[in-house]
Structures are given as C-alpha cells and as structure tokens.
C-alpha cells in the first residue's frame, strides 16, 4: 500500500477486514473482489497522496455498502444472503459455548467422583514377638 501521512496500514487492513466480512460469497471471489479493491485504493492513494481515509469510504464506500453492490452485481439477494449468514454465525456460537458448558460440567463431575471413591491402600506389617523355640 502507499504510505500516505493521513491513511495507517491499521486503517487499511481494518477496512478491507470488514468487506471480507461483510462479503456472502466464497473464498476465492472474496480474495479476489480484494485483491482487486487493494489494488484501485492503492493507485487513488498514489494519484491523491494528500487523501484521508474518510476520502477513501467517500470514493469507495464503506464495507457494507460495497458487500452490497457486488451482492446486486452478481444477482444475489443481499439482504436474504446476509441474513442467512449472520444465522448460522450464531449457531455455530451457541453450539460451541454449549459445547464448552457440556465439557467444563462433565469434567467437574468426573473430577468429583474420583474424589469421593478413591481407595486407599495401606500395609501392616506383623513382627515376630521374638519368640524363640
């Protein structure tokens, strides 16, 4: 990228995490929707070397609204996709902290139970009193 005084590498690579995100479509178009998007930030930031990152979300628009147009572009329902794909985000959450919750209680039940039911071996031994014959 062009290092400009008023745009940080931090900023940049916030903003295109967020059009990774916002994105509904696969890997290899997300990578490549980027690749391309990088590359026209970078030569507006070589023809406007003075730019803010403001001027940057004003000439490109922000992560959600870019996410939508290529959405439009390629004919898939935006608003549908984006649902969809919040939905199962929350899904694979839930099912993972419930998942967590299941192991963590298992565990204190085990650990418990071993607890209680350990047995404990011990020796005695039995001297001869020095009886002699």
């Known amino acids: 990228m062009a290092d400009t005084n008023n745009i940080s590498e931090k900023e940049l690579k916030k903003y295109f995490r967020k059009?990774?995100?916002s994105l509904v479509c696969d890997w290899k178009t997300k990578n490549?929707?980027?690749?391309?998007?990088k590359n026209d930030v970078e030569e507006y930031l070589e023809q406007n070397p003075i730019s803010s990152f403001k001027?940057?979300?004003?000439?490109?628009g922000n992560p959600?609204?870019?996410?939508?147009?290529f959405a439009i572009s390629s004919g898939i329902d935006y608003v549908k996709k984006s649902r969809i794909h919040k939905a199962?985000?929350?899904?694979?959450?839930?099912?993972?902290?419930?998942?967590?919750i299941f192991t963590i209680a298992t565990s204190i039940v085990?650990?418990?139970n071993n607890n209680r039911t350990a047995v404990y071996y011990y020796e005695e031994?039995?001297?001869?009193?020095?009886?002699?014959?």
């Open 19 to 21: 059009i990774r995100r």
């Open 125 to 133: 031994s039995v001297d001869d009193f020095g009886i002699i014959e």
């Open 55 to 60: 001027n940057i979300t004003e000439h490109f």
């Open 110 to 112: 085990i650990i418990g």
């Open 32 to 37: 490549k929707i980027l690749k391309d998007l």
């Open 64 to 69: 959600e609204t870019i996410a939508e147009e």
């Open 88 to 100: 199962l985000k929350m899904i694979v959450i839930i099912f993972l902290i419930l998942a967590s």
